[in-house]
């Protein structure tokens, strides 16, 4: 197991539960949806995997080893990580971006530089046309290829996605979903996306979880959640639109 | 036109004051930005001591300047006579917009773009500076920019305290009332803080559109820093040779006194002079003869036993002198022969008046009293020493309650007949101009103002050229020569350096 969640409770001093009682494993190379309304605990999940939060009650154990035992920094550097507003360094061009992690590990220059222009090409942002560009002259599709290829510039083992589609017009979504679930097959990084478009998680996951009221309240392969009894689960499923196929992707 | 003339008539006086305002502007705003930037980047990570700090700088920005280098003349090591206190009040004033604008400038960072630092594990350190600082730099610089412009401003203050700049000019203006020489200072200190804003303002936007890099930005302030100790300590090493320092306060008599005094040593040779004149008062006179940094002024009897010493002064001019005397020798100051005219109070009227009605004296007025009108400045009004004695000493009974007004404009009010009676400068060149009579004070009201030299004692023993030169003029400078030289600058424009030497050709060496 690459992630486990271990009985795992999390809340702020004084506050009220925002997760509890959560178990979850990941294995490698798989690629993982977790679905909820917002405020459902979902971006705290994702925090707990790099150690951005630490747990109030059982363990996050991340490649064998606790979060609490791992230095953070270091545990940062071998998670890439896609935000929900991209969150791209505004006075950096493109190329700097992405090749902010190889930098911190202190890669040589060109080896930065060439890997920071493979991944562009990779997400389909020619270097000789993007590198240079600052994120404000991009749109919002090429700015979010642009969060991946800063979260894959290092080859992380796991890479964590918060929204990471949400701010994109309906066809860029499809478009730039469909490039990074290609992406995946060929990379075989453990993915962990969370969402609160169901839609979303069935198009993305080899595996799908509903988190409701800081629960995780079903785990399983897109079809067994589609057909799941669950109320809590029919609720999100019933407020579609007819749906495609699930797991037809 | 008089200013461009002024310009061209003191070329080389006028760049060097140029020269150290820029200077000064430089350095304190160097400085302020060595100690606000990493006290804002503090505050803004640690809420509680940047609200402390921020309150600090707050309120230090608060002081009047001309009060803040009051405070801080007589601290040792930051204090003192010249452009050391001027810069430190000068850093001072320019903190608080730097640290302010550093603090906002961080704070104001989107939470988001931070996080993403953090999340891809960046250490604070790497944050701060990829990410929080290159963001938080059009701010700081717009800081920055505030602060220049402000302390363009600011250092024409320090010429109150010999630190030099444009400021001489305001100063020596507002003294002689002159437009053209405040004009010719107030004018290149207004294009220098246009010009720096400008300068500042085309950075900003480059900073702005990322055109300018972090590393690039820190590298030049380096630069510039470097620069300013180089040029700092070329200039340092330039002062060290043996010099004497000549002091005076802020008004013409006393500006042409200084340079008589620095001329005269000058004629002696084998030291370099260096004058302070225009310093803002006794105050800061006195503070700087007792600290070193001047080896020389004049002071007047009267005020040294008053102002300095806090005694009631003699009333006879002998007594007066070997008082001034003794006390400054307690002090380690040797008081040398007096120069010869007293700068007292002189109760003047009408030339036409004390002819046809044949005044002489104080006590001549008794007869006419009743139906004049007397004009007299607000200190004098208010002092005991000044009208209510005078009243009393004399006897005199005026038809009409005396009129207030400001002392500049008393001279005037007389000739013009407002008024029939005042109380003057004795060496006031007015006196000649609007052909005024001073009536003696044959009762010996007035305390004697008798102009004396003041010297370091240990200076005059190390470089004897400064007695001798002070030998020279003892007893040489009449009330009238005073009132000459006076005239001569406030009424004839003319230049105080060409008054003083041609009156020092006419006294002997000894």
Avoid at chain 1, 107 to 122: G, M, N, V
Wanted: glycine fraction near 10%; hydrophobic fraction near 50%; charged fraction near 20%.
């Amino acid at each position: 197991m690459l992630v486990q969640f271990e009985n795992v409770g999390f809340r702020h001093a004084g506050g009220p539960p925002i997760l509890s009682g959560l178990r979850l494993s990941i294995e490698a190379g798989q690629m993982v949806a977790l679905v909820g309304r917002s405020g459902a605990g979902k971006t705290t999940l994702l925090k707990l995997v790099n150690r951005l939060l630490l747990p109030t009650a059982g363990a996050v154990i991340v490649e064998g080893r606790d979060t609490r035992e791992w230095d953070g920094i270091r545990l940062r550097r071998r998670i890439g990580y896609v935000f929900q507003d991209v969150g791209l360094f505004p006075h950096m061009t493109v190329e700097e971006n992405v090749s902010v992690v190889p930098r911190l590990e202190r890669w040589p220059a060109a080896r930065a530089r060439a890997r920071a222009h493979e991944l562009l090409d990779l997400v389909g942002l020619p270097p000789p046309i993007y590198a240079a560009r600052r994120p404000r002259e991009l749109s919002g599709g090429q700015r979010q290829r642009v969060g991946v290829a800063r979260a894959l510039a290092i080859d992380p083992p796991i890479l964590l996605m918060d929204e990471p589609f949400g701010a994109l017009d309906p066809v860029t979504r499809a478009e730039v979903r469909r490039e990074f679930v290609r992406l995946q097959d060929r990379l075989h990084t453990t993915v962990i996306v969370v969402t609160h478009d169901i839609a979303e998680a069935f198009a993305l996951g080899q595996r799908v979880g509903v988190i409701d009221g800081g629960e995780l309240v079903v785990y399983d392969t897109p079809s067994r959640v589609a057909s799941s009894a669950d109320p809590r689960v029919r609720a999100l499923i019933d407020a579609l639109p007819p749906l495609p196929a699930p797991g037809s992707r | 036109m008089a200013v461009l003339r002024f310009w061209l008539a003191h070329r080389a006086e006028a760049t060097g004051l140029l020269e150290q305002h820029v200077m000064l502007v430089l350095v304190s705003t160097l400085a302020a930005i060595a100690l606000g930037v990493p006290a804002g980047v503090l505050s803004a990570r640690r809420p509680h001591l940047g609200r402390a700090l921020l309150v600090a700088v707050s309120a230090a920005q608060t002081v009047p300047s001309l009060a803040l280098l009051g405070f801080l003349l007589p601290i040792p090591f930051i204090g003192g006579i010249g452009s050391r206190t001027a810069l430190v009040a000068l850093t001072i004033y320019a903190l608080l917009p730097i640290v302010r604008t550093t603090v906002t400038g961080i704070r104001t960072i989107d939470p988001a773009v931070v996080e993403a630092g953090v999340a891809m594990g960046m250490t604070p350190r790497q944050l701060l500076w990829l990410v929080q600082f290159p963001l938080a730099l059009p701010s700081i610089i717009a800081g920055i920019r505030v602060a220049t412009v402000i302390g363009v401003g600011t250092a024409t203050i320090a010429a109150a305290i010999g630190a030099g700049g444009l400021g001489e000019y305001i100063f020596r203006g507002l003294s002689m009332v002159d437009t053209t020489t405040i004009l010719a200072g107030a004018i290149p200190a207004a294009a220098l803080a246009l010009v720096a804003d400008g300068l500042l303002a085309w950075l900003e936007r480059r900073v702005a559109r990322g055109r300018a890099t972090t590393r690039g930005l820190v590298q030049t302030a380096a630069a510039a820093g470097l620069l300013v100790v180089l040029v700092a300590s070329v200039a340092y090493a330039r002062t060290t040779v043996a010099t004497v320092v000549v002091g005076s306060k802020n008004f013409t008599e006393q500006v042409i006194l200084g340079e008589i005094v620095a001329q005269a040593i000058e004629a002696e040779g084998g030291v370099r002079v260096v004058r302070k004149l225009n310093l803002g008062g006794t105050f800061v006179c006195d503070r700087g003869i007792r600290s070193g940094d001047l080896d020389v002024y004049v002071e007047y009897t009267g005020t040294a036993v008053t102002a300095v010493f806090h005694e009631a002064v003699p009333h006879e001019s002998r007594q007066a002198y070997e008082r001034a005397r003794a006390l400054y020798a307690r002090d380690g100051l040797t008081v040398t022969g007096a120069l010869g005219f007293n700068n007292t109070f002189a109760i003047l009227v009408r030339g036409g008046d004390a002819q046809a009605l044949g005044l002489r004296t104080i006590d001549d007025l008794q007869s006419v009293a009743g139906r004049w009108t007397p004009g007299f400045g607000y200190e004098f009004l208010q002092r005991d020493d000044g009208y209510p004695g005078l009243v009393r000493a004399y006897g005199l009974g005026f038809g009409a309650p005396p009129r207030s007004m400001d002392l500049s404009l008393i001279y005037r009010a007389l000739a013009d007949g407002q008024v029939d009676v005042i109380a003057g400068d004795a060496t006031s060149a007015m006196i000649e101009a609007l052909h005024l009579t001073a009536l003696e004070d044959n009762r010996r009201y007035f305390p004697p103002y008798d102009a004396v030299p003041v010297a370091r004692t240990a200076s005059l023993l190390a470089h004897p050229a400064i007695g001798r030169a002070l030998a020279r003029l003892a007893g040489h400078i009449s009330d009238r020569d005073m009132r000459e030289m006076n005239a001569a600058v406030d009424l004839g424009h003319r230049d105080v350096r060409d008054v003083a030497a041609r009156f020092l050709d006419r006294i002997p060496r000894s």
